[in-house]
Nanobody
Framework: QVQLVESGGGFVQAGGSLRLSCAASRSISEDNQLGWYRQPPGKQREFVAAITDGGRTTYADTVKGRFTISRASAQNTVYLQMNSLKPEDTAVYSC??????????????WGQGTQVTVSS
């Protein structure tokens, strides 16, 4: 298992920006993916964005064009730059680490989450 620690959450007005960071406690094996998920108040957790160690990215439709995921592989750190924030982006944001094994991704760690609150 890998411990993940998020930082960078906070309170921001609509239209503003925040940058989240997630650092892994140790190096992650090759063929991995680091991702961000969020859980809005009273709702299920949902996928936000992910990036492989090869740099391939995927985004939820709701954040495309506004959020950018990146990573500093040497430090096993993943970032989420969030621009043009909306009140509906309010949620607890968590990062997840997965590794590819026999053609399937397996989760090897979850962070505790960081609160993002966007006011209207």
């Amino acid at each position: 298992q890998v411990q993940l620690v998020e930082s960078g959450g906070g309170f921001v007005q609509a239209g503003g920006s925040l940058r989240l960071s997630c650092a892994a406690s140790r190096s992650i094996s090759e063929d991995n993916q680091l991702g961000w998920y969020r859980q809005p108040p009273g709702k299920q957790r949902e996928f936000v964005a992910a990036i492989t160690d090869g740099g391939r990215t995927t985004y939820a439709d709701t954040v495309k064009g506004r959020f950018t995921i990146s990573r500093a592989s040497a430090q096993n750190t993943v970032y989420l730059q969030m621009n043009s924030l909306k009140p509906e982006d309010t949620a607890v944001y968590s990062c997840k680490a997965k590794v590819l094994n026999s053609g399937r991704y397996s989760t090897v760690g979850w962070g505790q989450g960081t609160q993002v609150t966007v006011s209207s």
